[in-house]
């Protein structure tokens, strides 16, 4: 049923117009692993408010981890349109917590070795990162630093061979579970802005660093998130990616990926809360007959597989120009403006033609609404992709 209801997205043909062979055999493989190795057991890890590491070494086992990185350093080699369906099909799994916690390693923190770091921090560090021995987190924002990064206060003050970190990261995705963490910090004066940032890999059991509070939310249940503190927390110089001051154009770099990424996700969550719906309403006895032969919820449901089609289609476009060396900046903007805001309408819908069964806790369209919300906020609200988009125009 679930399938079948999502079969006039399907009829789009995206994956035979946008990506290669590779791609839609790594689509297979993804979703065995979802459907065997995540939904049988995310409801336990909900439970205990975190993905266990050893999630991370069987997809590191199945080479899963390293999609996104370049064949030659070990990775997958998909591009962007392999990220897009790593994330659409995690999502898909319809635990947003799991596909945020997996992603944030794979996606969203480890690539600035590949974009930034050197052959010796690679050497260093991208076999534990792709085996899923060392799980990775990004640590950008502050208590006191909305959305705007250019004010991130964190300072790397540098001392010889080292630099000593101090300051605060909240809300950090991965903040108990990680072993690697991927910081912005300010090397530059306080109030140098864009230019005073940089980026640096810091070790967990580094003597400064440590896990402040750890954060109970609304949704994404399995995604562990806290704080981190750094208290004269002093790393080896060679721990910096890339050039000093560079920090924000690397970090903006990761950002567009991510928001391709988070939009994936919610395509993914989407069309699984869709699935759901339309399997309720099918089978859901009214009136002598279903609730499906209501035009009314029906025409609503139709309405969103329209609007979810043409959005995921922009998402494939946006991914295969990203493969074709365009910068995404845009792309990404549009797309995390757009549709993580049509998903959280849609899954309005889902959990109200549910019924009493889309609101008690436990079923899917109920998970899929808590866990939708904070895509339209995470990695760059709504409201900060509008003004990008708007600066453009
Ligand atoms: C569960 C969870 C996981 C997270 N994971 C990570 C992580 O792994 N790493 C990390 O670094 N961070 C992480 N974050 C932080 C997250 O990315 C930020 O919360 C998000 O970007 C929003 O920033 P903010 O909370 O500072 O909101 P604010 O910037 O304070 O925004 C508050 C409101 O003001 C609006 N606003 C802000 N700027 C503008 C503007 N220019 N124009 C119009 N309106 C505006 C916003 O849209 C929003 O509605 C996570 C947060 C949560 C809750």
Redesign the pocket.
């Known amino acids: 049923m679930a399938a079948d209801a999502n079969r006039v997205i399907d009829s789009l043909r995206l994956d035979d117009t946008f990506l290669d062979e590779e791609h839609r055999a790594l689509r297979e493989v993804l979703r065995r692993f979802v459907n065997e190795r995540i939904v049988p057991r995310a409801a336990d890890w909900e439970a205990a408010r975190r993905v266990p590491g050893e999630v991370f070494r069987e997809l590191g086992e199945l080479g899963l981890l390293g999609l996104s990185f370049p064949e030659e350093l070990g990775g997958g080699g998909a591009g962007t349109r392999g990220a897009v369906v790593f994330n659409e099909e995690l999502g898909r799994s319809t635990y947003g917590g799991v596909a945020?916690s997996i992603t944030?390693h794979t996606d969203?923190?480890a690539l600035h070795l590949a974009r930034a770091g050197d052959d010796e921090q690679r050497r260093r560090f991208l076999p534990d990162v792709l085996s899923g021995r060392r799980i990775c987190?990004?640590?950008?924002?502050e208590p006191d630093?909305?959305?705007?990064l250019t004010r991130l206060a964190t300072r790397a003050r540098r001392d010889g061979d080292h630099y000593v970190l101090d300051g605060r990261?909240?809300?950090?995705?991965?903040a108990n579970l990680a072993g690697l963490f991927f910081v912005v910090a300010r090397t530059g004066e306080p109030g140098s802005g864009r230019h005073g940032l940089s980026l640096f890999v810091v070790e967990r059991g580094t003597p400064g660093l440590s896990n402040g509070r750890t954060?109970t939310?609304g949704g994404?249940h399995s995604?562990d998130?806290g704080e981190l503190v750094f208290d004269g927390c002093r790393i080896p110089a060679r721990n910096r990616l890339g050039e000093e001051g560079a920090g924000f154009r690397w970090m903006m770099r990761g950002l567009d990926h991510e928001r391709i990424g988070l939009s994936a996700q919610a395509v993914g969550l989407g069309e699984a809360a869709l699935a759901a719906t339309v399997g309720w309403l099918r089978e859901r006895p009214a009136y002598g007959r279903t609730l499906w032969d209501l035009q009314a919820l029906r025409h609503e449901l139709a309405r969103f597989t329209a609007r979810l089609s043409a959005a995921k289609t922009m998402l494939y476009h946006a991914a295969a120009r990203a493969d074709a060396g365009e910068d995404p900046r845009t792309h990404a903007a549009m797309l995390k403006a757009s549709i993580p805001e049509l998903v959280n309408e849609l899954v309005y819908k889902c959990v109200q033609f549910s019924g009493g069964a889309g609101f008690v806790t436990g079923s899917e369209v109920e998970r899929i609404a808590r866990d939708a919300r904070?895509l339209a906020?995470?990695?760059?609200?709504?409201?900060?992709m509008?003004?990008e988009i708007a600066r453009l125009m």
Not at 169 to 174: E, G, H, L
């Open positions: 945020t944030v969203f923190s987190a990004l640590a950008v924002t630093v909305s959305s705007d990261k909240t809300f950090i995705s991965n954060f939310k994404w995604a998130t904070f906020i995470g990695g760059g609200s709504t409201e900060v509008l003004d």
